[in-house]
């Protein structure tokens, strides 16, 4: 599975960004899309989860500012930020599994300035 992220970029805090994560492979068959993020010297966290049928989950940090959606006939999901804070600074990855094995994409840099 190859996974292509677009999108991300600087943003000033209160700001939005949307970034989007096209796979190679049908949303059908992968069942489930992730965003994970990962910060400077922290851990990488999972920011935002769906699956094919449209089941959502958040990291409470981001609930209610944050919505991931799908388009199956793009294979694409997205992930729509709102109310960016400076903490929401962090490399966001694209994440699927897939027969027990883990696909990233190349993550993408969000910025928030304050």
């Known amino acids: 599975v190859q996974l292509v992220e677009s999108g991300g970029g600087l943003v000033q805090a209160g700001g939005s960004l949307r970034v989007s994560c096209t796979a190679s492979?049908?949303?059908?068959?992968?069942?489930?899309m992730r965003w994970q993020r990962q910060a400077p010297g922290k851990q990488r966290e999972l920011v935002a989860s769906?699956?094919?049928?449209?089941?959502?989950y958040y990291a409470d940090s981001v609930k209610g500012r944050f919505t991931i959606s799908i388009d199956n006939a793009k294979n694409t999901v997205y992930l729509q930020m709102n109310s960016l804070k400076p903490e929401d600074t962090a490399v966001y990855y694209c994440?699927?599994?897939?027969?027990?094995?883990?696909?990233w994409g190349q993550g993408t840099q969000v910025t928030i300035s304050s």
């Open positions: 769906i699956t094919s049928g449209g089941r959502t």
């Open positions: 994440n699927a599994r897939l027969d027990y094995t883990d696909y």
């Open positions: 492979r049908s949303l059908f068959v992968i069942g489930a």
